[in-house]
Structure formats: C-alpha cells, structure tokens
C-alpha cells in the first residue's frame, strides 16, 4: 500500500481491507492471495507502517510488504489506485476550471453473453465511434479534456459493461447530441452485431453540465469516477450488484457466482483499464500540482508535519497474517491504531496477533478499533518514552520513540 491509499476516507479504506481478506480465496493469482500479507523478498525492504503527519493530519501506510496492483480484482490496490487518480482529476479541474459533463455510454445486453467480448467490444466501438467523419471533427472542436472509467455491472439481464466519460466541453448542440448517438449505435451495430445495439433512450446518457468551480459538483463526480467504481460506497441500480458484491458472492456462496467471478469477469479485465485520463488531462494534473506544491512554505521542522517509520518483523507480519481469518480486515485496524495512537497502537495489535498464534506471548486483549482518546504523537529522534507500556512487547516492534503531545485532529 501506498500513500495515495492512506488517503482514502477511513470507512472506505477499512471496507476494502475487509472486502480482500473475505475474497483472497477465490482469487486465481498468487499475487492477489499475498498482497499485503508477504514480506517483499529484497534485502532493503524492512516491513514497516509509515505515518505521515501534514498540517496535523495524520496518514499511515505500509512498506515491504508485497503489493499485487491488480485493479479490477483487489480491492485494496483498486482503491489506492483509484484515489491517487481521482486527486490527479481534481487537480486538473482546478487547474483548468470551464464547464464539464459526464456521459454515461452503454449497450444493450441479455442473460447468457459472455463478458468478454462484450466487454471489449464496448471499448472497441466507442473508439471507431469518435474515428472520422462528423464525430471526430465536433469532438475537436467541443472536447479538450477527457477522462474514461469503464464499469461492469450483474444483473438480471446478465453482465452489463459501460463507460462513463468526463468531459471538458463546450455546450452540445441537440443535432451534435444525436449525431453521436447515431454513430455510438452504428458502431456498436458494427462491432458486436445488431443485437448489442442500444435504444435511443439508453444509448448515451448526458448529465448536466457544471462548472469546475462548483466543488459539490465535481467532488460528486469525481467520487463517482475514483471512488465509487473502487468498490465501497459503490451502489448499483435496482436488480443489479457490483462486481465487488459478485467475489463476495462467490467467496460466501461459491456456484454460479464462483463461475461468473472465475471464468468471465476475472478474464475478460485481465490488462484492461479501469480509469483512464488523456495525455491533455495528465498535463493539466502535473502543471498544478507543482504549482501547488511551489506555494507550500519550506521548513525544515514543522510541528504538524513529520514522518515517523514504525518497523515490524516478520515474525510479527506472519502473526497479523495467521489471525486474518479470525480478525478480517486486521491490516486496516493496524493503520488506523497507527494513525490514532503511534507506535503504541501498533504494538496492541502485534501483541494480540503473537498470543493467538505463539504460546510464549502472554494473553492479550483485542485492541479497540477506534482508540481512544486520540493522541498526538511527535516524533524525537531516540528520545523520550511513548507514555504507553511496553511489557511484553516484542523487542522488534517499533524501532522509532516518539514524545507524547495533543490529540489529533479529527480527519476531514
């Protein structure tokens, strides 16, 4: 995990954590069942949870633990994905401001279509759509920016693939609208045959435009492109379920689901992408970025900013990994300890992890999941004691100390 993901909102986060341990046992990669729960094999690579105070808020990650970067199939590396690229959009809106709309394009489908030709076909057909002719030169002149999600769905009416499409745009014109439309139809008729060709009513979906200023606007639709097609917070329409909801499914039920989620959905995205910004988009996100961060003042000791390093063993990472099943989504609680209360707080959970799983550890409760009261940790060097009691604790945990102060911050 990386800093991006210890940015997400902190139900989000934990619901993914929870979502991986439940799933792991029906995933077909080696690399999705050890994500976060394996040592990297590299002599550099200490395991550690890394805490990042900026302006009082405290962010935690881990490193040296191995990361598959699956994101279609992992939640946790989908939402770490998805919420660094939801903050590059932002920035490129901010950046550019003007006014944008979403539209959401799809197809029609029925029960028993398999999804990978449906799925590829969908991608296939949007691309001829804007290729030559009418379409290509309104979409030049209208469009200077573009963000591409794709998003499948399971229904009633078997898989349904869409795309929803963010665009920097000036106003459309109803005879521009329906010129699309027809060539989003005659594309998908070419492509994957009459029976896949949408109604008029379907077919393409506009939102209203909004303005970038209008921060309501855009956080929702940012949300809706980075972090509700990430899996939590993420609700279908009625009669459908996420394919989030399809591994729980296949993970809880097995059976169909086990087959849907196995032999079609986990095929048909191998090496497709999920959220995609345009070279123009990326460069806007750059140029502000940097210049954000060139008004930030440079100081070499911020109180509210610091970096703290928190090391693990690897025996205490087998013993977190050994109660996983027990204590689902125990790496999530273990950023959240380290965010609230420090070192001490990941050490309440080594603990526990090593009196479940080594005889020679004494019984340890197990920690809240919310601890309390939140506590402000500084770091200082070598110096000074946590204020927390370390009896019994495992020599290898924790390698930095930390000074005791106010209570953080409530996080936005």
């Not at 990386?2 to 792991?24: K, M, T, V």
């Not at 449906?118 to 804007?130: D, M, Q, S, V």
């Not at 379907?202 to 949300?223: G, N, V």
């Amino acid at each position: 995990m990386s800093e991006a993901q210890s940015r997400a909102l902190p139900p989000a986060r934990q619901a993914a954590f929870e979502l991986r341990s439940r799933i792991r046992r029906v995933s077909v990669s080696r690399r999705e069942r050890w994500c976060g729960r394996v040592c990297v094999e590299h002599g550099d690579a200490t395991p550690e949870v890394v805490v990042k105070r900026v302006d009082g808020v405290a962010c935690a990650h881990y490193t040296g633990l191995l990361q598959c970067g699956h994101i279609w199939s992992c939640p946790v590396c989908s939402l770490k994905k998805r919420t660094k690229r939801a903050e590059d959009i932002a920035a490129a809106m901010r950046g550019v401001g003007g006014s944008w709309a979403m539209l959401t394009v799809t197809l029609r489908h029925r029960k028993g279509m398999a999804l990978k030709p449906l799925f590829r076909g969908l991608a296939a057909a949007w691309r001829r759509c804007k290729q030559g002719g009418r379409i290509q030169r309104i979409w030049s002149e209208r469009v200077t920016m573009s963000v591409r999600a794709s998003e499948i769905t399971y229904g009633d009416n078997g898989w349904h693939p869409h795309l929803h499409i963010l665009i920097r745009t000036t106003a459309w014109t109803e005879d521009e609208k329906d010129a699309l439309l027809m060539a989003w139809q005659r594309a998908i008729r070419e492509v994957l045959g009459r029976e896949c060709s949408p109604s008029d009513e379907r077919a393409i979906e506009w939102s209203a435009p909004f303005d970038a200023s209008d921060e309501s606007k855009q956080a929702l639709y940012i949300f809706k492109l980075g972090g509700e097609l990430a899996g939590s917070g993420k609700v279908a329409h009625a009669g459908h379920v996420t394919h989030w909801e399809v591994a729980e499914r296949a993970a809880r039920e097995g059976g169909q689901w086990l087959r849907l989620w196995q032999d079609e959905f986990l095929g048909a995205t191998r090496g497709r992408r999920m959220l995609e910004l345009d070279d123009r988009c990326k460069a806007a996100a750059v140029r502000q970025l940097e210049y954000e961060a060139s008004l930030k003042p440079h100081t070499e000791e911020d109180p509210a900013s610091c970096t703290i390093h928190i090391s693990l063993a690897r025996d205490d990472v087998r013993a977190l990994r050994m109660i996983e099943a027990r204590e689902r989504g125990v790496w999530g609680h273990v950023l959240s300890s380290a965010e609230h209360r420090g070192e001490p707080g990941v050490v309440a959970w080594v603990l526990y992890a090593r009196s479940l799983t080594d005889a020679r550890y004494p019984e340890s409760s197990r920690p809240p999941d919310t601890p309390a009261p939140r506590r402000r940790l500084r770091f200082a060097g070598r110096s000074s004691d946590s204020g927390v009691p370390r009896s019994g604790a495992s020599p290898s945990v924790g390698s930095g100390r930390y000074v005791q102060g106010e209570a953080f911050p409530e996080r936005a």
